[in-house]
RNA sequence: GCGAAAGUGGCGGAAUUGGCAGACGCGCUGGACUUAGGAUCCAGUGGGAUUAUCUCGUAGGGGUUCGAGUCCCCUCUUUCGCACCA
């Protein structure tokens, strides 16, 4: 056990946080309505899967929101923080099977048990607004939400190579597989074309690339975010087959280099590919390539130093533009879901068909020289990929190939075979799971009439109850007749639900909107509700959210803003992406045996302690490193602050009653009124500018110094205990945000009858800010020669005279002659001299 | 490979606009009080030296400037993201 039994000198937190945890709730005030005739703050914290258990990630996170919300709530805004669950998923079914239970039972149990935490944190959350996207009035709207993409044309059912483990009988996700195996079972992973849902997200790409309204949002996401939409500009050509009877299609972004495609490159995936192996069953080359391709690894595939392979078609294409006869080879470089899935290869120019030229002895063709017109390519040992000058190009030689582009490509269009267009790196949303612990699509699959949706009026499409979680190897819902076999809603017939789930991405891509409602039980939310909170003020989350949540939450935003449930373009307008906290330099994991349990902590230091180190570790965005003796520092500073108060209260209190005439105060209680006005300044701009929580904790912490440093408070003069009790008195406001139990027990005690967030701000003036004397810095050729104090506004000349005088700059200058003399006002002379 | 961020005492971190580097906290050293310390209080705490002062010092090297942790160039290291994207 890293620390002893309590101790008598500790101040009582175990009584005082339950205590203002209780008036907190009994007073509402972490209930706001939408209208209170204040301006309205919206708080939100990414929701926590239910695991049952508190770990210092969530108290870090949450502490940072809370921080915020109080904040916000003694700035005058009507402040909603409300707290939920992301409780669909596979962790929780592996979690129930691991207890040999029922995910509903288990979810709800961890529920429960974290409430209580949540609650001992002292987190001001509105209970009111609490949501879990596994229960049915949650998810009913998920499955209204997809109908009503559905409708728009918004989802579509593809087939598509999956990673299938045939042990596990289900789709594994790329990062699931691991050299070339089930990351659960070890079995082998194949790939299997398989049919699935996806939401096309893809037709919001353009408008997510626009980030004009998130101009609060960490430079890193939104990086991170138009890297993974990749826009690529370019131009699309139909290289039409030899025999006419159709065209391959591919994307380029480099239509100068046109004239030098010598052979054309598709992955086996491709359609006229598999048209072809149908037409050639006895073509066993080709078979056999196209076979082994498609079963590696997608991973292994993509990897950079995967040898490029291929087998020649023995069929061939045309170049539109000068008719030369183009090779077609199947290869495994080329990725069938990007662009077109196909590729125009001009191995003179780019690397990847350069290599793969060289190794099957495909001829090759220089249509850009270099502007030293020195390349030959026999002598090339790799593509020649920048600009030039354009030869074996017809009409353009001769011009510059990057003026050219935009030519051949008018050229093109005019032809007919091609146009300018751009792609994206982003695919369709695949949202289909093979698992139970999810929102069922309320598809019913009818043999007659197809796809039909689930009417309405029958909606939720509930999870069945009866199944046994890990008892089968696939999905456990098919293994529920009772509950597939339904009628068709159309025709009436025998039909099948569908038994593939949601991706619990789709849950959680619009449950801030249902905070803002969440009771409703006739919509997913009341637009004028969503319109009064809506965007989310401040959001909060980890990093790892980047691309996936963000990205979905901002299109589900973007469409259901397009439905007209709500006016905002943005969900979030402010991000925060907070720091991890690390212990022993890596992220607390049970595996590494480096886990804090933050209850034990809250149990034997309070929450506040918990809080106030949490804060002060090191700022919000950024890892903290745990520290056993960071926590004593926390919980000693607040002991101090109870000391400082409570052993003077009632002289506090005498002193709050009097007000001081600056002439009247003492030189050191002067020096404390400075600091009273001077730290009020800098937390307020720590906290609401720069959000800098750690640094704000530090001026309290150095704000207290100089309150303790006063000693014998009661012998003070009226006008020095005016000045005293208001240096002490603006401690507990300050403290709220962070430590807000022992800042509110504190500042009741002083005397005070309404609540923190009641107080309003603290705030500073100006004219105690002036000081009689300044400190000025003497430096000789930039190195710091001496000090001295002068009043505030000296006569530059004079204080050039001044600081020559000060005796250690008189020595420093003996034998030496000024050059010049630089005055920076209020902070420095600095003396140019030489020989 | 490409892109981004970062590198400051024994440790976490400050330094906001180019102006006293190391605020604040931890740890450590010495002292006071004490039956005791794991409490509290006081003093000290970047390195070096010839210690009332001088000197070196913000990953390393160069530059701009009266003055650089901060701006510019090069190098190294770490972390993160992307990675055959046509």
């Given at each position: 056990?890293?620390?002893?039994?309590?101790?008598?000198?500790?101040?009582?937190?175990?009584?005082?946080?339950?205590?203002?945890?209780?008036?907190?709730?009994?007073?509402q005030?972490?209930?706001?309505?939408?209208?209170?005739?204040?301006?309205?703050?919206?708080?939100?914290?990414?929701?926590?899967?239910?695991?049952?258990?508190?770990?210092?990630?969530?108290?870090?996170?949450?502490?940072?929101?809370?921080?915020?919300?109080?904040?916000?709530?003694?700035?005058?805004?009507?402040?909603?923080?409300?707290?939920?669950?992301?409780?669909?998923?596979?962790?929780?079914?592996?979690?129930?099977?691991?207890?040999?239970?029922?995910?509903?039972?288990?979810?709800?149990?961890?529920?429960?048990?974290?409430r209580?935490?949540?609650?001992?944190?002292?987190?001001?959350l509105?209970?009111?607004?609490?949501?879990?996207?596994?229960?049915?009035?949650?998810?009913?709207?998920?499955q209204?939400?997809?109908?009503?993409?559905?409708?728009?044309?918004?989802?579509?059912?593809?087939?598509?190579?999956?990673?299938?483990?045939?042990?596990?009988q289900?789709?594994?996700?790329?990062?699931?597989?691991?050299?070339?195996?089930?990351w659960?079972?070890?079995?082998?992973?194949?790939?299997?074309?398989?049919?699935?849902?996806?939401?096309?997200?893809?037709?919001?790409?353009?408008?997510?690339?626009?980030?004009?309204?998130l101009?609060?949002?960490?430079?890193?996401?939104?990086a991170?975010?138009?890297?993974?939409?990749?826009?690529?500009?370019?131009?699309?050509?139909?290289?039409?087959?030899?025999?006419?009877?159709?065209?391959?299609?591919?994307?380029?972004?480099?239509?100068?280099?046109?004239?030098?495609?010598?052979?054309?490159?598709?992955?086996?995936?491709?359609?006229?590919?598999?048209?072809?192996?149908?037409?050639?069953?006895?073509?066993?080359?080709?078979?056999?390539?196209?076979?082994?391709?498609?079963?590696?690894?997608?991973?292994l595939?993509?990897?950079?130093?995967?040898?490029?392979?291929?087998?020649?078609?023995?069929?061939?294409?045309?170049?539109?533009?000068?008719?030369?006869?183009?090779?077609?080879?199947?290869?495994?470089?080329?990725?069938?879901?990007?662009?077109?899935?196909?590729?125009?290869?001009?191995?003179?120019?780019?690397?990847r068909?350069?290599?793969?030229?060289?190794?099957?002895?495909?001829?090759?063709?220089?249509?850009?020289?270099?502007?030293?017109?020195?390349?030959?390519?026999?002598?090339?040992?790799?593509?020649?990929?920048?600009?030039?000058?354009?030869?074996?190009?017809?009409?353009?030689?001769?011009?510059?190939?990057?003026?050219?582009?935009?030519?051949?490509?008018?050229?093109i269009?005019?032809?007919?075979?091609?146009?300018?267009?751009?792609?994206?790196?982003?695919?369709?949303?695949?949202?289909?799971?093979?698992r139970?612990?999810?929102?069922?699509?309320?598809?019913?699959?009818?043999?007659?009439?197809?796809?039909?949706?689930?009417?309405?009026?029958?909606?939720?499409?509930?999870l069945?109850?009866?199944?046994?979680?890990?008892?089968?190897?696939?999905?456990?819902?098919?293994?529920?007749?009772?509950?597939?076999?339904?009628?068709?809603?159309?025709?009436?017939?025998?039909?099948?639900?569908?038994?593939?789930?949601?991706?619990?991405?789709?849950?959680?891509?619009?449950?801030?909107?249902?905070?803002?409602?969440?009771?409703?039980?006739?919509?997913?939310?009341?637009?004028?509700?969503?319109?009064y909170?809506?965007?989310?003020?401040?959001?909060?989350?980890?990093?790892?959210?980047?691309?996936?949540?963000?990205?979905?939450?901002?299109?589900?935003?973007?469409f259901?803003?397009?439905?007209?449930?709500?006016?905002?373009?943005?969900?979030?307008?402010?991000?925060?992406?907070?720091?991890?906290?690390?212990?022993?330099?890596?992220?607390?994991?049970?595996?590494?045996?480096?886990?804090?349990?933050?209850?034990?902590?809250?149990?034997r230091?309070?929450?506040?302690?918990?809080?106030?180190?949490?804060?002060?570790a090191?700022?919000?965005?950024k890892?903290?490193?745990?520290?056993?003796?960071?926590?004593?520092?926390?919980?000693?500073?607040?002991?101090?602050?109870?000391?400082?108060?409570?052993?003077?209260?009632?002289?506090?209190?005498?002193?709050?009653?009097l007000?001081?005439?600056?002439?009247?105060?003492?030189?050191?209680?002067?020096?404390?009124?400075?600091?009273?006005?001077?730290?009020?300044?800098?937390?307020?701009?720590?906290?609401?500018?720069?959000?800098?929580?750690?640094?704000?904790?530090a001026?309290?912490?150095?704000?207290?110094?100089?309150?303790?440093?006063?000693?014998?408070?009661?012998?003070?003069?009226?006008?020095?205990?005016?000045?005293?009790?208001?240096?002490?008195?603006?401690?507990?406001?300050?403290?709220?945000?962070?430590?807000?139990?022992?800042?509110?027990?504190?500042?009741?005690?002083l005397?005070?009858?309404?609540?923190?967030?009641?107080?309003?701000?603290?705030?500073?003036?100006?004219?105690?800010?002036?000081?009689?004397?300044?400190?000025?810095?003497?430096?000789?050729?930039?190195?710091?020669?001496?000090?001295l104090?002068?009043?505030?506004?000296?006569?530059?000349?004079?204080?050039?005279?001044?600081?020559?005088?000060?005796?250690?700059?008189?020595?420093s200058?003996?034998?030496?002659?000024?050059?010049k003399?630089?005055?920076?006002?209020?902070?420095?002379?600095?003396?140019?001299?030489?020989?």
């Open positions: 056990m890293p620390w002893p039994e309590g101790d008598k000198m500790e101040y009582p937190f175990s009584k005082i946080e339950p205590k203002w945890q209780k008036i907190w709730r009994e007073k005030i972490f209930n706001p309505g939408e209208r209170t005739g204040r301006p309205k703050y919206y708080v939100l914290a990414m929701f926590p899967y239910p695991s049952g258990v508190l770990h210092c990630g969530h108290a870090s996170n949450y502490s940072i929101s809370d921080a915020i919300a109080r904040l916000k709530m003694m700035e005058g805004y009507s402040v909603m923080q409300p707290m939920g669950y992301d409780s669909f998923g596979m962790p929780a079914e592996n979690f129930a099977i691991q207890h040999n239970s029922h995910p509903r039972i288990t979810t709800e149990e961890n529920i429960a048990a974290m209580g935490q949540f609650d001992s944190m002292g987190f001001g509105d209970w009111d607004r609490e949501v879990s996207t596994c229960r049915p009035d949650y998810y009913v709207w998920g209204y939400l997809f109908k009503k993409l559905y409708e728009k044309g918004l989802v579509y059912r593809k087939k598509s190579w999956q990673n299938w483990c045939e042990s596990c289900t789709v594994l996700a790329n990062e699931q597989v691991e050299n070339g195996l089930c659960r079972c070890h079995g082998e992973v194949s790939q299997k074309e398989l049919e699935q849902w996806y939401f096309r997200i893809t037709d919001y790409a353009e408008e997510l690339l626009d980030f004009s309204k101009t609060d949002w960490p430079e890193r996401v939104l991170m975010q138009k890297n993974w939409i990749g826009k690529s500009e370019g131009t699309l050509i139909d290289f039409p087959l030899e025999d006419g009877s159709e065209a391959i299609s591919v994307f380029t972004t480099r239509p100068d280099t046109v004239y030098g495609v010598t052979f054309m490159a598709l992955p086996p995936e491709h359609p006229l590919v598999q048209k072809w192996l149908a037409e050639e069953p006895d073509n066993h080359a080709l078979h056999d390539f196209c076979r082994k391709v498609i079963n590696e690894d997608k991973i595939r993509g990897a950079e130093d995967t040898t490029k392979e291929g087998v020649f078609s023995g069929r061939y294409c045309l170049n539109p533009l000068n008719g030369n006869k183009v090779q077609i080879w199947i290869t495994n470089y080329v990725l069938m879901d990007y662009g077109t899935g196909a590729v125009m290869a001009v191995p003179a120019h780019d690397q068909d350069f290599e793969f030229a060289r190794k099957y002895g495909i001829p090759m063709l220089l249509v850009i020289q270099n502007f030293e017109q020195n390349l030959v390519l026999p002598e090339m040992a790799q593509a020649y990929v920048e600009p030039g000058i354009m030869v074996n190009s017809a009409p353009f030689d001769g011009r510059e190939s990057e003026a050219a582009k935009a030519a051949i490509s008018a050229l269009e005019e032809k007919g075979c091609g146009r300018v267009t751009h792609t994206y790196r982003l695919r369709d949303w695949g949202i289909s799971r093979q139970y612990w999810g929102n069922p699509i309320p598809v019913i699959h009818c043999p007659r009439c197809g796809v039909v949706l689930v009417p309405d009026e029958d909606l939720p499409v509930r069945p109850e009866n199944v046994q979680v890990g008892r089968t190897t696939s999905n456990p819902l098919l293994s529920v007749p009772e509950w597939y076999r339904v009628k068709c809603p159309q025709c009436g017939e025998d039909a099948k639900r569908e038994t593939d789930t949601m991706d619990t991405f789709v849950d959680s891509s619009w449950y801030y909107a249902r905070y803002a409602d969440p009771r409703n039980d006739q919509a997913p939310f009341d637009p004028a509700k969503a319109n909170w809506l965007p989310v003020d401040q959001y909060i989350g980890g990093i790892e959210h980047a691309v996936m949540h963000l990205l979905y939450a901002r299109f589900i935003g973007k259901m803003r397009d439905l007209g449930w709500c006016d905002c373009d943005e969900p979030f307008a402010r991000l925060l992406t907070q720091g991890m906290v690390t212990k022993d330099g890596a992220k607390m994991s049970k595996s590494k045996g480096n886990v804090v349990d933050p209850t034990y902590i809250i149990d230091f309070g929450a506040d302690t918990l809080r106030t180190f949490l804060l002060f090191s700022p919000p965005d890892d903290s490193e745990w520290s056993d003796d960071g926590v004593m520092g926390a919980f000693r500073f607040l002991n101090r602050v109870w000391r400082l108060i409570e052993s003077n209260l009632d002289t506090l209190k005498r002193g709050l009653q007000s001081a005439d600056l002439e009247d105060i003492s030189a050191p209680l002067r020096g404390l009124l400075y600091s009273s006005h001077s730290t009020v300044k800098k937390w307020l701009d720590d906290c609401q500018h720069r959000r800098q929580y750690n640094t704000a904790i001026a309290v912490m150095e704000h207290l110094n100089h309150c303790v440093a006063v000693k014998d408070p009661a012998g003070l003069s009226d006008a020095d205990l005016a000045v005293y009790a208001e240096a002490c008195g603006i401690i507990p406001q300050m403290l709220y945000p962070f430590a807000p139990h022992i800042a509110e027990e504190l500042w009741q005690r005397g005070f009858n309404e609540l923190l967030h009641e107080s309003g701000l603290p705030g500073y003036e100006e004219k105690y800010l002036v000081r009689d004397l300044i400190t000025y810095v003497v430096q000789i050729n930039g190195k710091l020669r001496g000090k104090e002068v009043a505030p506004d000296i006569d530059p000349e004079e204080l050039k005279k001044q600081a020559m005088a000060v005796e250690n700059v008189k020595r200058l003996e034998g030496w002659s000024v050059k003399v630089i005055v920076v006002p209020g902070k420095m002379v600095s003396i140019v001299a030489g020989k």
